[in-house]
């Protein structure tokens, strides 16, 4: 058996129960954010980079699903078991907002402009809240076929992503006419759904497997079974070359994009994993586990100094340009008639305790 190289990464302890979600920031002139879930009921706010503790959102009665930060990393936005999403200042640590549900809220997403919040769970309703008027009735989005357990923006804000607790496939919506255009057929329950940073992929987990899939053509790219149970995948952001997959044996599978071979595997939680997330600029990545621990694994330098050296030299392409060349772009709606901050680190650090 080859003699694998032992990644130590950085252990985020604060929790005190399962971390179920992770989202990172995109780069912001102070460097770029994570912020966790957990079912402690106190999502965090991280350095990105080095994963020090900025500050706990506290208000949540109940455990918390789902967060992330709008692409400014100003305001974050969390979902909870208490039928609440909650809006807050990533500044302060303030609450900005509630919006208030029926059920359990499970999954919540900005758009790309920052002033909507999607939110989706228990009700199999999804809701598009105006952020600039928060105290308007939301706009409801056609019945899902059942409860909803992840979402995203895709084209602009112009469609949604969502995938069901319940069964299996990725339902693309339009947002103009509220209408499911296409469905991304997986044989379980998706429990991951990723949009790549320029929004050309879209990375799913579903137990058994993981795949890649053209967000524009909606084209199958890449398919591969996994060696367990997975829960979350995420396809790294700068080259594509790999993507990270991580579940029930509580280890981090890291695989090559092209052939699907596992090329690393890093354990260090004790309990399963789940969620996984590349960083922005690809060099790290952060695993939440049921032990309650955030981890956050260095890529491999010397592959990138292998990398960035072939770039140099014209070498290198993202991993799927290739067949994405060979597809045409497909606009939405033709598919569906055919089927900023100047604020300071220290000031972010102001996060209430």
Known sequence: MDKKKVVVPLVCHGHSRPVVDLFYSSITPDGFFLVSASKDSTPMLRNGETGD???????HKGAVWSCCLDKHALRAASASADFSAKLWD?????????????????????SEDTHLLLTGGVEKCLRIFDLNRPDAPPTEVEKSPGSVR?????????????????????????????????????????????????????TTADGSTVKIWDAN????????????????????????????????????????????????CNKGHHGPVHCLRFSPGGESYASGSEDGTI???????????????????????????????????????????????????????????
């Not at 919506?173 to 929004?199: F, N, P």
């Not at 569906?336 to 209430?352: F, I, L, P, Q, Y």
Request: aromatic residues 8%; proline residues 1%.
């Open 53 to 59: 503790w900025i500050g706990t959102f506290q208000g």
């Open 90 to 110: 990533a500044l302060t640590g303030g609450e900005l907002h509630s919006f208030e549900h029926k059920h359990i809220v499970r999954t919540c997403a900005f």
């Open 150 to 202: 992840t979402v995203a923006w895709l084209h602009s804000d112009q469609t949604i992503l969502s995938s069901c607790l319940d069964m299996g496939g990725v339902r693309l919506w339009d947002v103009r006419t509220g209408t499911i255009v296409r469905t991304l057929e997986t044989k379980s329950s998706v429990t991951s759904a990723e949009v790549s940073q320029d929004g050309r992929y879209i």
């Open 217 to 264: 053509h909606f084209g199958l790219v890449k398919s591969y079974d996994m060696p367990c149970v997975v829960e979350s995948a995420s396809l790294e952001p700068k080259y594509g070359n790999k993507f990270i997959a991580g579940g029930e044996d509580m280890w981090i599978h890291v695989f090559d994009f092209h052939t699907g071979a596992e090329v690393g």
């Open 295 to 353: 981890r956050i694994w260095q890529t491999d330098s010397s592959t990138y100094k292998e990398i960035n050296s072939s770039a140099a030299n014209g070498e290198v392409k993202n991993g799927a340009d290739k067949i994405t060349h060979q597809m045409e772009k497909v606009d939405i709606a033709k598919e569906a008639k055919n089927d900023g901050s100047e604020k300071t680190v220290e000031e972010k650090a102001t996060v209430a305790n």
